[in-house]
């Protein structure tokens, strides 16, 4: 193989690395934010503790479990640390534990002074959450190989971006569509660069799918114009519009911007799989005129398609089966259900996703025509394929 000279890696690695700073420090001022109190919590903290015993017990001899457990927790963080305290456990499906000797939990404990009260907030599941984490991305690495640490890394940076970037954003008062469109450009750019490297496969899938999410947003625009349902139908507007007095949240563009970030991935995947695609149809037969190639990627498209659209409508409605579930059990007429504010959403999210899937595709296609057709893209395929076969032959 090649060795690449110094000159060649400042030309591919600089502007990348120059870019990496510049939007390091765009976090780093984004994130300098004084949140407005919306409760108050002197002297209040989540501590870590272990269960060493049961005073009173809330279980009941057909196994549920009925009031509070009485036990004793070794604190182990906080002021207490090292302290065995008396505390409660609520019998709550959202808080509170089913506690046992040695099992670890989260204690709300509020100190003043010398008085501490305290109650067993949840099971300590911060572990399970972070192996399970780990080991995705270790299975990600070694079945994908150096391609897996690629989009190991890059669903990183995605995470870090709704993190660091859309909350903080979001938070003072930009538009929340907009935000996600940036996010979205931005993580489409790291995470198909990655993969692809500075080709023009990778601006053909990156064009795709900003294509393919804006659509999803423009569609699910029209679908609130002509439904009337909006941001403000979500079941936790109360809270929201809490945050919207307090700090001038957007609360209205809160539904679409998630919406666009739900279906990135799915469009990710169809632009991509058809930039590939092309890439390689058009190396393997440059005798290929543009209408052929624009068909050729169009039938290949269309096998994605209505794979990717029916993973994006289960998705949702995944998300949807226990008021799906409920509905059937209380026998709700057709009308009141199909007119529901949370049945609408549901569907808007599934058909707007939808469609920036199909129409992502043509987009993809002519994307990759008009970029592919060139002599010069057509010698650099054929070299990085001469390239990958001397390594295979290597290997």
């Known amino acids: ?117 305290t109650s067993v907030y949840s099971q300590d599941r911060g572990w399970v959450i972070y192996l399970f984490a780990g080991l995705y991305l270790l299975a990600l690495c070694l079945v994908g190989g150096k391609q897996g640490v690629k989009g190991a890394l890059g669903l990183v940076f995605t995470f870090a971006c709704i993190i660091l970037v859309y909350l903080p954003l979001v938070y003072q008062g930009c538009s929340p569509f907009w935000v996600s469109v940036f996010v979205c450009i931005i993580t489409t750019v790291v995470t198909l660069w990655l993969i692809g490297g500075p080709t023009r496969k990778t601006v053909v899938a990156t064009g795709g799918t900003v294509a393919g999410v804006i659509i999803s947003g423009l569609a699910a625009t029209l679908f609130s114009m002509a439904s009337g349902i909006s941001g ?27 919406l666009l970030i739900s279906s990135l991935g799915a469009v990710m995947d169809v632009a991509m799989s058809i930039a590939s695609s092309i890439a390689e149809v058009r190396t393997q037969n440059p005798s290929l005129t543009r209408k052929e190639l624009f068909w050729a990627g169009m039938h290949i498209g269309r096998d994605m ?43 808007m999210q599934g058909i707007s996703g939808s469609f920036g899937i199909v129409l992502s595709v043509p987009v993809t296609v002519a994307l990759a025509v008009l970029l592919y057709m060139t002599p010069g893209a057509l010698r650099e395929e054929k070299a990085k394929a001469a390239l990958r076969e001397k390594d295979q032959e290597i290997a």
């Open 1 to 117: 193989m090649k060795t690449k000279t110094p000159a060649a890696l400042l030309k591919r690695w600089a502007p990348p690395v120059v870019l990496l700073i510049l939007f390091t420090l765009f976090v780093i001022a984004i994130n300098d934010v004084d949140k407005a109190q919306l409760v108050v919590r002197e002297g209040q903290t989540f501590e870590k503790g272990v269960v060493t015993a049961i005073i009173q017990d809330n279980l009941q001899p057909n196994g549920t479990r009925v009031g509070e457990q009485v036990v004793e927790v070794q604190m182990l963080t906080g002021v207490r640390k090292g302290q065995t305290l008396e505390t409660t456990s609520s019998s709550g499906y959202l808080f509170g534990a089913g506690c046992t000797v040695g099992m670890h939990v989260v204690v709300l404990q509020s100190v003043a002074g010398d008085s501490t009260i």
């Open 232 to 258: 403000y139908n979500v079941s936790d507007i109360e809270s929201l519009l809490t945050l919207w007095n307090v700090s001038g949240i957007q609360v209205g563009g809160l539904l679409f911007s998630g």
């Open 305 to 347: 398609m209505g794979t990717d659209s029916n993973t994006l409508i289960l998705a949702f409605a995944g998300g949807s089966v226990s008021m799906l579930l409920l509905d059937y059990a209380y026998d709700l007429p057709y009308l009141q259900i199909i007119n529901s504010n949370n049945i609408g959403i549901a569907i």
